[in-house]
């Protein structure tokens, strides 16, 4: 039986691999819970599929969600089901609009990824795909899609 199950409705906005140092860590931290599963590539990337936070519905088991963070100060919450150790998204503390679901939760077929971000902390002899676009930090396509869809939630509440 699934304990925990969240939503996501609609198209995402982009499926994605983090190698940030922030996202290895916490990746790290969530790995080394019993029970839990490996979550980084070998290159040290995270894979993502990124929602818009008005389209995450959370069904079932979100009292099973326990937030870590890297540091207290952080924004950044990496929800994970203490049921089974699950790491199950990125939520944030501030204003951002979007939600990052881990891709290895999803159930069926999940988007490939789009594109490789933060590679500058990609790990010494780990190797990334050639064949999806890689970026040493967050590109300018990332940003715009991501103003994209707060751009729409704002329009779709004035209708």
């Not at 029970?35 to 070998?42: E, K, Q, R, S, T």
Request: hydrophobic share 40%; net charge positive; aromatic share 8%.
């Amino acid at each position: 039986m699934i304990a925990v199950e969240i939503e996501a409705a609609g198209a995402p906005i982009i499926s994605a691999v983090c190698y940030c140092d922030d996202c290895q860590e916490g990746a790290r931290r969530i790995e080394a819970l019993p029970g839990a599963a490996p979550m980084l590539d070998p290159a040290g990337g995270t894979a993502y599929v990124v929602y818009r936070k008005d389209r995450i519905t959370y069904r079932r088991g979100a009292a099973l969600l326990q937030p870590y963070k890297i540091r207290p100060d952080s924004a950044t919450n990496r929800m994970v089901a203490t049921c089974c150790n699950s790491p199950m998204l990125l939520n944030f503390d501030d204003r951002k609009h979007w939600v990052d679901l881990y891709r290895a939760r999803i159930r069926g077929a999940a988007p490939p990824a789009r594109m490789h971000v933060c590679t500058r902390f990609q790990l010494p002899g780990g190797v990334t795909s050639r064949d999806v676009p890689r970026y040493e930090g967050y590109p300018v396509r990332f940003l715009a899609l991501l103003l994209k869809a707060r751009l729409a939630m704002s329009l779709e509440r004035w209708q």
